[in-house]
């Protein structure tokens, strides 16, 4: 009898335990993991693969990561292949079915984006593009950014129905701080309207699109394609011919190509996080361009 009831006490425990726990989440990237954190909050665990400082083309995803994607209740992905020379191997490494497409645990955020820049399937991608589905930068435009967290609250509801009503209401309360602030930075960027600006990589193009800035060129020749003299020595004239104020670049990027751009283009050199954690001070996604407009506001003022 004493041993039964021991059973039974353990097996109380445990589901308790069970019952209790929180929802694990690994995300491609930290700010589609910030995005899970503002719906979550305390019922989710929510970890990300890339460093919020390099490249999320490439990432030095450490096998660390596959005992982590093992217990995951939800992975999202980003998609349109920016995740493909780092996370399907070590998805594949985990055999975790709960994460696998298809799943209720799996999640390809850009499922519900509108992307720019498809390639011309005629056109040849032997030099390397690393955006042959569109551009995966989406996330720079928070109304993407709005999209992708109410994809999230539906996945979250069907793992963890019981706390859906608390998913919703955070989803809720993100959507109204992030309209709000919409407005403010379309406000703050509204006497810039259709400022040329040349990016590194064509990182910007969705949050140009969102702020009405012009993007005219980028530094490389090609996405993922480092920049050449030839592409460099005809880019200088052409920014001083169209009139170019900024040069961004993301904080990963190296300093030297840029800085001689801008010298001989009077343009400022801006350097922008893409991710949250990217940079000290942007905690979360509103952050992120809380920080980044006033950086190129302040910039232009300056
Ligand atoms: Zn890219």
């Given at each position: 009898m004493k041993i039964k009831l021991c059973l039974c006490t353990l097996a109380i425990i445990s589901w308790a335990s069970v019952a209790h726990a929180k929802v694990n989440i690994v995300a491609s990237t930290p700010e589609i993991g910030a995005l899970a954190q503002e719906i979550g909050k305390d019922k989710v665990e929510v970890l990300s693969i890339a460093k919020p400082t390099e490249d999320p083309h490439f990432v030095d995803a450490k096998p660390g990561f596959i005992v982590k994607l093992n217990k995951a209740d939800m992975l999202i992905e980003a998609g349109m292949q920016l995740e493909i020379g780092w996370l399907p191997?070590?998805?594949?490494?985990?055999?975790?079915?709960?994460?696998?497409?298809?799943?209720?645990?799996?999640?390809?955020?850009?499922?519900?984006?509108?992307?720019?820049?498809?390639?011309?399937?005629?056109?040849d991608r032997s030099m390397g593009d690393v955006h042959p589905m569109g551009n995966p930068h989406y996330m720079l435009d928070p109304l993407n950014g709005k999209i992708v967290a109410t994809r999230i609250c539906e996945q979250l509801c069907q793992i963890d129905a019981a706390n859906g009503n608390y998913y919703k209401e955070n989803l809720v309360d993100f959507t109204k701080r992030l309209e709000t602030k919409l407005s403010e930075w379309q406000k703050m960027l509204e006497p810039f309207r259709g400022l040329k600006v040349v990016s590194y990589h064509k990182t910007f193009s969705y949050f140009a699109k969102r702020f009405n800035l012009n993007v005219v060129g980028t530094l490389e020749p090609k996405p993922g394609i480092p920049p050449s003299p030839t592409h460099i020595n005809n880019l200088i004239p052409m920014m001083n011919n169209e009139g170019v104020k900024l040069v961004i670049i993301e904080p990963f990027r190296e300093r030297k190509t840029p800085e001689f751009v801008a010298s001989h283009t009077g343009a400022k050199l801006v350097i922008l996080p893409i991710m949250v954690w990217g940079i000290k001070g942007v905690d979360d996604y509103i952050a992120l361009f809380d920080y980044n407009i006033h950086q190129i506001v302040s910039a232009l003022r300056g």
């Open positions: 191997n070590l998805v594949l490494s985990a055999r975790n079915p709960r994460i696998l497409v298809g799943k209720a645990g799996y999640l390809l955020a850009s499922n519900a984006i509108s992307p720019l820049e498809i390639p011309d399937p005629s056109m």
